[in-house]
């Protein structure tokens, strides 16, 4: 079962490029999340798709977008990179109702230099 | 605002010692208190959802306990092979689930 795949898996960007991170699943998900982890502060939630067609903001949105593609896939865009950007980057999903439980996926760690 | 606390943020156990690590929470109306067990380079991976005070779930040497105000997971008898980082995260009854993370346990079993 692959369950949440993202790419790449590292990436160093010069500040003010542009990159995407792909994230798909197949587990049949309705909801799916980015989150980004650094250090001390835990997994903070970037933005959220409820369901296919939604996207909505999460805790810290600034200076980034978002895509739900179609239902297994959401994509995470960096338009114009900062050092603070610097992250390890983590999609998930759940299934609503499915005892909430959110699935993550190995993680992308990105480099603003 | 909804907020997770754990502790310590670090622990070093010699196999076979047991303990238990602390999450103490403030959420508007829990829906689920979630235990992720993380590995360095990967993705938090799943252990436990709890729903309502006084349950309790194990999975190997694994036992995550809660109350109103906080939970435990307790390790017994450790293996080096448990040593990760650990995470609890609370999921807020009102608005869209959004999983409010705590910083995290990490623990060093040595042999």
């Known amino acids: 079962n692959a369950g949440v795949t993202q790419t790449p898996k590292f990436q160093v960007l010069k500040t003010g490029q542009s990159m995407t991170l792909q994230c798909a699943q197949d587990?049949?998900?309705?909801?799916m999340y980015w989150y980004r982890q650094d250090p001390g502060m835990g997994l903070r939630l970037i933005y959220y798709?409820?369901?296919?067609?939604?996207?909505d903001k999460g805790e810290v949105p600034n200076g980034y977008n978002v895509s739900r593609l179609n239902k297994r896939e959401f994509s995470l865009r960096l338009e114009s990179a900062a050092p603070s950007q610097t992250s390890v980057y983590f999609c998930?999903?759940?299934?609503?109702?499915?005892?909430?439980?959110?699935?993550f996926g190995e993680g992308s760690w990105l480099t603003v230099v | 605002e909804d907020q997770v606390t754990q502790s310590p943020e670090a622990l070093r156990l010699q196999e076979g010692e047991s303990s238990s690590l602390n999450c103490s929470y403030t959420?508007?109306?829990?829906?689920?208190l979630f235990w992720y067990r993380q590995d360095p380079g990967k993705g938090p991976e799943f252990l436990f959802t709890?729903?309502?005070a006084g349950e309790e779930k194990e999975k190997e040497r694994l036992k995550a306990t809660l109350t109103k105000k906080e939970s435990f997971l307790h390790i017994t008898a450790p293996k080096p092979e448990d040593s990760a980082t650990y995470l609890c995260?609370?999921?807020?009854?009102?608005?869209?689930?959004?999983?409010?993370f705590g910083t995290g346990t990490r623990l060093l079993v040595s042999p």
């Open positions: 995260a609370v999921l807020a009854r009102t608005g869209f689930q959004k999983l409010v």
């Open positions: 709890l729903y309502s």
């Open positions: 959420v508007s109306g829990l829906r689920g």
């Open positions: 998930a999903s759940n299934e609503l109702g499915s005892g909430n439980t959110i699935y």
């Open positions: 798709s409820a369901s296919e067609g939604t996207t």
């Open positions: 587990m049949n998900h309705n909801s």
